[in-house]
């Protein structure tokens, strides 16, 4: 009897085996990607760094006094099914910003091949006169949910920049979306931002990381807690309060609030929505010369 239960149980393990080898290539199977594949508007960010070669000539605003800054990037993409396309997109790199307007660009997906390998090429117009042509070697994910970039070429720009470029799909073409507006950041968000910091003049810029709370109201109204830990000063703890406007394309624009030491500080923050507004990218875009310098946050909504 033993001996029957265990050919019984053996036979099972196999078969249950066989089954999950079946099962694994189907559950992970992605189709052959087309020119059409990389289509839609994409939630977007990009996260890197950039460097003077020789920091005596310095022909661009780009950067504090040094010879490298971080550069980060937040933006909206879509491309239609002829591989043309357009999106804009807020910037930080060292000292330099673009406005709380965002910058306009264009894109055109050069190639795409059917392991989902491919290339696209961007060009812009950057405050200060700057137009550059960047191409980046794009990898499609998730049937195009998804993508991955980096940078192969840059032309007329910062030429030593390098970052990592992804993008979430919010939706493809043609497809019937309700549009984002204040019901889409109504709910509990736990948000998370890496910042450096710069006071004024001879202090070191510090290290900053902030992690925060908050209950968004149907109406945008919004209040919840704020954890930082600033260069050496840690388990700091400020309430916050705002507001946050959504845009139809799911861009929106914060007004934050925090009391430090009896004094109220708007930060202005600026971002995108994806994933129905369960997740987002956002910089914060204070337009100080100080303050600062360099900011990258995620949220993500825990409770509707």
């Not at 091949?113 to 499609?140: Q, Y």
């Not at 939706?171 to 979306?177: A, D, N, R, Y």
């Not at 810029?205 to 050496?232: C, N």
Request: contains cysteine; hydrophobic residues 40%; glycine residues 12%.
């Amino acid at each position: 009897m033993r001996t029957r239960v265990n050919v019984v149980a053996a036979a099972l393990l196999v078969v249950g085996f066989v089954a999950a080898v079946v099962a694994v290539p189907a559950a992970q199977a992605q189709a052959p990607c087309t020119a059409q594949s990389m289509t839609g508007t994409y939630a977007f960010y990009e996260r890197g760094s950039s460097a003077i070669l020789n920091s005596s000539v310095q022909p661009y605003p780009f950067h504090w006094a040094g010879a490298f800054a971080p550069f980060v990037v937040v933006g909206e993409i879509t491309i239609g099914l002829d591989g043309v396309g357009n999106g804009f997109f807020w910037l930080r790199a060292g000292s330099y910003k673009t406005g709380l307007d965002p910058v306009p660009f264009q894109v055109t997906v050069t190639e795409m091949n059917a392991d989902c390998t491919g290339k696209f090429t961007t060009t812009l117009s950057l405050p200060g006169g700057l137009s550059p042509t960047i191409v980046e070697r794009v990898i499609l994910m998730d049937n195009g949910r998804e993508y991955r970039a980096i940078p192969t070429s840059i032309v007329n720009g910062i030429t030593t920049s390098a970052w990592v470029h992804e993008g979430h799909r919010i939706s493809k073409p043609g497809e019937t979306l309700a549009t984002c507006g204040p019901q889409t950041a109504r709910g509990t968000y736990v948000s998370i931002a890496e910042n450096l910091v710069w006071f004024r003049e001879g202090m070191p810029i510090f290290a900053d990381v902030v992690m925060s709370r908050t209950e968004v109201s149907m109406t945008g109204d919004f209040s919840g807690t704020f954890y930082e830990k600033l260069g050496p000063a840690g388990g700091i703890e400020l309430p916050t309060w705002g507001t946050t406007t959504v845009n139809p394309d799911c861009s929106f624009a914060t007004a934050m609030n925090i009391d430090i030491a009896g004094v109220p500080v708007t930060v202005p923050v600026r971002g995108v929505f994806f994933d129905g507004g369960k997740k987002m990218y956002m910089l914060n875009m204070n337009q100080d010369p100080t303050g600062t310098l360099f900011s990258f946050g995620q949220g993500q909504r825990v409770e509707k």
